[in-house]
């Protein structure tokens, strides 16, 4: 049975703020889906909504949605601390989630998440919306068809003005979890220890980092550094992936990809070679199909939804990303090495 002879999908918003508002967004565009009803104690946050979108329901509380509404899904954009609460609820209540990253504000909590959803069959995914970045995809694909050769060293800058949002967790949790996934993601190896340094110059707490410096080591062997803060007079999101046979960079905002190449010819003029460096190698830019992460991200869960299969991006994965922040904070704080936590909940020897 294809998409177009299905019932559509029934869903729900959680949290009507700056990532609700987008996921209510597409879901009402797209084709196969009935987004029936949206959540938020914020009432004029509801009316809006509402005006926006003809014949959307709308009410202040999950319980209230659940009690009036026949779902499949729900779509989780709340703060952190809120998250594990409602997403049990939804999963009680025999929804599939989408959780918005960080999944929960501790491991345990997350675990929990996870494991409500494997008891009942139903899908638990994380809004890990990087991996569904085209440019990322891409990247993917061209670091598995070899043109790098064996992956030595990763660096992700993701830098921006303080974005002023509620429930505002600090750049480990906030940030650098969307760069530490898409390590994941590339690599396919988890993260067997971290270093980090960490400040907090606009007067948080060392639980609310302003900057964040981090080395990771993968099990492969593979380095990735992480250069996160949301201090920067201008908004940077990139990583850069070092192999054996050359570089391939990603811009996350303008959806670019480009491979260097090791040096294949020397510089011409000794001046040239002492300022430069002694030869030039190729520069590939790759032509990608532009599309909107938060889109991809829909399709690939709907998808997953309908065919009965697990996200591409599960609590697991959210899992393993918020251990890793979490460890980047026990590091700052113990000065030495840590081992994620998530890798003994994986049965992952370190």
């Known amino acids: 049975m294809n998409q177009a002879t299905q019932p559509a999908v029934r869903g729900v918003v959680v949290g009507l703020g700056v990532m609700g508002a987008h996921h209510l967004r597409v879901l009402r565009s797209m084709d196969g889906v009935e987004l029936v009803a949206a959540v938020d104690i914020d009432a004029q946050r509801r009316v809006d909504a509402q005006t926006t979108y003809q014949g959307l329901l709308a009410y202040p509380s999950l319980d209230e949605a659940l009690a009036a509404c026949d779902l499949d899904f729900a779509c989780l954009a709340v703060p952190v601390g809120l998250l594990p609460e409602l997403g049990t609820q939804a999963l009680v209540a025999g929804l599939h989630v989408l959780v918005e990253k960080p999944t929960a504000p501790t491991e345990a909590q997350a675990r929990a998440l996870i494991a409500e959803a494997d008891g009942r069959g139903l899908m638990l995914a994380v809004g890990h919306i990087e991996r569904c970045n085209p440019a990322v995809i891409a990247l993917k694909a061209k670091i598995d068809e070899g043109v790098i050769g064996k992956i030595i060293q990763m660096q992700a800058r993701r830098l921006s003005p303080f974005p002023n949002r509620q429930g505002s967790q600090g750049v480990a949790l906030d940030l650098s979890t969307h760069d530490i996934d898409v390590m994941r993601y590339i690599t396919g190896q988890e993260v067997a220890r971290v270093y980090a340094e960490t400040q907090s110059p606009l007067g948080g707490s060392p639980d609310h980092e302003d900057i964040v410096c981090a080395t990771l080591r993968f099990d492969g062997g593979a380095v990735g550094l992480l250069e996160t803060n949301w201090m920067t007079p201008i908004k940077v999101r990139q990583m850069s992936v070092l192999g054996e046979l050359g570089m391939l ?17 020397a510089a011409q003029w000794d001046q040239l070679a002492a300022i430069r460096g002694g030869g030039a190698g190729d520069m590939i830019g790759f032509e990608l199909d532009r599309r909107e992460p938060l889109v991809v ?6 998808g997953a939804l309908r065919e009965g299969r697990q996200p591409q991006i599960s ?16 590091s700052s704080a113990s000065k030495s090495a840590v081992v994620p936590g998530y890798r003994e909940a994986h049965d992952v020897s370190a």
Do not use: C, K, M, N
């Open 249 to 265: 960079v990603v811009d996350y905002l303008t959806q670019e990809l480009s491979l260097y190449q090791h040096p294949t010819r």
């Open 297 to 302: 991200q829909w399709e690939q869960f709907l």
């Open 315 to 330: 609590g697991r994965d959210g899992l393993a990303a918020l251990s890793t922040a979490l460890a980047i904070r026990a």
